[in-house]
Nanobody
Framework: QVQLVESGGGLVQPGGSLRLSCNAS????????MGWYRQAPGKQRESVAV???????FYLDSVKGRFTISRDNAENSVYLQMNNLNPEDSAVYYC??????????WGRGTQVTVSS
């Protein structure tokens, strides 16, 4: 059974930082591309950052220079370090594991709220 469990969300003031974690089980973690997505109320889910199985990284333009995605294959975990947060970053953040065109798994999400 595949499980992706996110943690690290919460309430933070503008300009603050958070580190999201996602621990995966039930998959051969190192062979999956891992990503962080977010969905704000009334908006579509969007890709925030992706790290490939080969450690290539891709970022949403609006988070470049502020967010950093990383992975630890020994821990079956992917992380998202988020700095200089602003209210537009508020959303539910989801972890995704993807391999090929058929395999895609999602976590249940963690809420990030940026507010003073």
């Amino acid at each position: 059974q595949v499980q992706l469990v996110e943690s690290g969300g919460g309430l933070v003031q503008p300009g603050g930082s958070l580190r999201l974690s996602c621990n995966a089980s039930g998959i051969s973690f190192s062979s999956y591309h891992m990503g962080w997505y977010r969905q704000a109320p009334g908006k579509q889910r969007e890709s925030v950052a992706v790290i490939t199985s080969g450690d290539g990284t891709f970022y949403l333009d609006s988070v470049k220079g502020r967010f950093t995605i990383s992975r630890d294959n020994a821990e079956n975990s992917v992380y998202l370090q988020m700095n200089n947060l602003n209210p537009e970053d508020s959303a539910v953040y989801y972890c995704n594991a993807r391999r090929g065109v058929r395999e895609s798994y999602w976590g249940r999400g963690t809420q990030v709220t940026v507010s003073s």
